[in-house]
């Protein structure tokens, strides 16, 4: 082996020291001062122009530092050493310690900039993990008709304070929230810090144990990944769980977001703490599955489940109406729908939609009420004069002929995992039978497998497959011919981005659109979207869309505030029970309806809550919605128009 040369060994050791960081770096540039001063003392020492050698050196670290003696010196030699000296005090003494001192503070600002300071608050909200869930969540947690406001309040917080846990804090995440006017106002309230929930001291950065709410909003799952959102979900569970036993407090309050709903019982398990698990995918497909059943539904939950202007769902508490029957209530709330009440049953809650009115509040009972605001959902004093007649809604209204459904025809263009569970929520509608047709490049042979193992129940529905790319030109052509009730295209999980999925989605709508152009009866289209900001591409007057992490965001920030809220929505989109339904109005007796007051007490007479009024034409926005009207304004009910009403079907098997 040959050996090393002193130049190898003195680079390899400078290198060593330069990566230890800007402390050893200034060392090493303080030896080199250092040495070239004793250099340069030694060389001037025989001239005679100092007493001794410290002196001579002390000369020469004058003249490295500081150019300004340079024009002292006397002699041929003195000069030609003093400027050797000055230049390399250019080159080693200011340009080297400029140069570490500049290298040092990028680097502390781009540390301070990627978040890796653990935050000191206490009583904040946590979202662990950036997805296209975290834009729509801290919109609504900023809404100031949000619940998380009334959640600070309860727990003695001033102040709201949002930290954000993402696994590389970029300037185009603080972009990306800056483009939102509600965001933008409140970004001094928004802390972001890198880290993932795999990580126990990430979790300790974001003060996650100091929450007063810890979100984690399900994700996407990459290509190729093996650990998914649900792994990640459980893993932070886990940490927290570990991290609260060990430091003796008590775990914070969590939502979680989890897609595969056979995994609730598991993180359950996982965290003994304060938990409400949001199971994704069995809501988005029974989303899709109600409003497969009654067309138009998509625009109310557009509505009353996201941040948009409009009405919302409020559980409020009944402290000051114990005794009082719903009808007395709702007699008091001109702006508000009673939609009924959650009785605490034990441990658990009753969740009563469409309660009958004679029905009386006990003590610790929530109302569950429409309207515009939190404050219009309070029923006014009792000095206030009554305007509004009570409502008579019998335990049981008068029979209706149910609705044998019959068969429904559907094509599904796409493919991602919540498929298998929209085959399992439509073969719960036992009064129907769907024939659902796919198209997708994923191979049949695979997507039959995941439907039947994802339930038994999935073998009523009859599945038909084709493997195709309808975005291809021609390749949809042949089924267009068939007839179909409902189209629906799916928002791929398969590739990197929302955005590519939703483009694809989005040029297939263009595709069925063109195609069905001289269609005299055009079917529903359903059309899913990943990205909210994609939903005001889509011209609503056609097809209907679903934005689900829209959607989904605004339910968990709900949910952080009234636990109660997803035990309301899940008897709410539950096959059988209560229910949403667009109903003709021949249903009930219209002879004496002028108003929506003269249409709730007909409806409420038939054991039924009125909510709205759905149109068949549009107006000039492509709303055909109007949900909890003025009570005194004309109806004008026209030709083809539907009521939105909260009815209460048999409980599914």
């Known amino acids: 082996m040959l050996p090393f040369s002193f130049v190898d060994r003195l680079r390899y050791l400078v290198e060593r020291q330069f990566i230890k960081g800007a402390h050893y770096q200034l060392l090493v540039v303080a030896a080199f001062i250092a040495l070239i001063s004793l250099i340069g003392g030694w060389l001037v020492w025989p001239t005679g122009g100092e007493a001794s050698l410290a002196d001579s050196v002390w000369w020469a670290f004058l003249r490295l530092t500081d150019p300004g003696y340079l024009g002292d010196d006397e002699g041929t030699w003195r000069r030609i050493v003093s400027t050797v000296l000055t230049l390399s005090g250019y080159v080693v003494f200011l340009g080297a310690l400029v140069a570490i001192m500049t290298r ?25 993990g950036w997805t296209n869930r975290t834009i729509p969540l801290v919109q609504e947690i900023l809404d100031v008709n ?13 102040r709201l304070r949002l930290v954000i846990l993402a696994e590389d804090v970029t300037a185009e995440h603080v972009h990306e929230l800056r483009a939102v006017p509600l965001i933008r106002k409140h970004m001094g309230n928004i802390i972001l810090r890198s880290g993932t929930a795999l990580q126990p001291e990430d979790l300790d950065r974001a003060a996650c144990l100091q929450a007063a709410v810890v979100l984690i909003p399900g994700r996407n799952q990459t290509a190729g990944s093996l650990v998914g959102s649900d792994v990640e979900a459980i893993k932070a569970l886990l940490t927290l769980q ?7 407090v008590t775990p914070p309050y969590v ?14 398990r996982a965290y003994s703490g304060p938990l409400e698990v949001l199971a994704s995918e069995a809501l988005v497909s029974r989303l899709f599955a109600q409003s497969i059943i009654h067309p138009g539904l998509p625009e109310l939950f557009g509505e009353v489940m996201t941040v948009h202007e409009g009405n919302e769902f409020y559980i409020r508490s009944t402290d000051n109406c114990v005794g009082q029957t719903l009808a007395n209530i709702g007699s008091r709330t001109p702006d508000a729908i009673v939609c009924g009440l959650m009785r605490p049953d034990g441990e658990r809650w009753r969740t009563w939609l469409n309660a009958p009115t004679g029905e009386t509040i006990r003590s610790g009972d929530k109302l569950v009420m429409l309207a515009r605001a939190y404050e219009h959902a309070a029923p006014q004093g009792e000095q206030v004069e009554v305007s509004m007649r009570p409502l008579q809604r019998p335990a049981s209204g008068p029979s209706r002929p149910v609705s044998t459904g019959g068969m429904r025809r559907l094509l599904v263009l796409g493919w991602n995992r919540r498929v298998p569970a929209l085959i399992h929520e439509l ?19 695979e997507r039959a497998a995941m439907i039947s193992s994802y339930s038994p129940a999935t073998a009523r529905v009859d599945c038909q497959f084709t493997e195709a790319d309808y975005m291809v030109e021609g390749a949809l052509d042949q089924l267009m011919t068939q007839r179909f009730d ?11 981005s929302g955005e590519e999925a939703d483009a694809r989605a989005m040029v297939g709508y263009l595709i069925v659109d063109e195609l069905l152009r001289q269609r005299a009866i055009r079917p529903q289209i ?5 990205d909210p900001a994609n939903e005001s591409l889509v011209v609503r007057k056609r097809g209907e869309t679903i934005v689900s992490p829209m959607i989904l965001s605004h339910l968990m920030a709900q949910i952080a505030q009234r636990r109660e809220l997803g035990l309301m929505f899940e008897e709410l989109l539950t096959t059988g029970g209560p229910e949403l339904a667009f109903l003709d109005p021949r249903h009930y007796p219209m002879q004496s ?12 007479l038939h054991g039924d809550t009125a909510l709205g009024v759905f149109r068949l034409k549009a107006d000039e926005q492509g709303r055909r919605l109007q949900l909890n009207p003025q009570r005194d304004k004309p109806l004008r009910l026209a030709e083809g128009d539907q009521l939105v009403v909260l009815t209460t079907l048999p409980e599914a098997a």
């Open 104 to 128: 040092w503070l990028i680097a502390m600002m781009v540390k301070l900039e990627q978040g890796l300071t653990p935050v000191t608050v206490s009583g904040h909200i946590v979202i662990l």
């Open 242 to 248: 570990a991290q609260a036993h060990q430091r003796g």
């Open 146 to 158: 949000g619940g998380i406001q009334r959640l600070l309040k309860a727990r003695l917080t001033k």
């Open 255 to 268: 939502v979680a977001e989890v897609d595969d709903s056979r995994k609730m019982a598991v993180m359950q």
């Open 593 to 604: 309806v002028t108003t929506f007051a003269d249409l709730e007490a007909i409806v409420a």
């Open 427 to 445: 073969a719960g509608y036992r009064e129907y039978r769907f024939d659902v047709h796919n198209v997708a490049v994923v191979k049949a042979d």
């Open 526 to 530: 359903l059309l899913e979207l990943s």
């Open 486 to 496: 409902s189209i629906i295209l799916v928002s791929s999980d398969r590739l990197d």
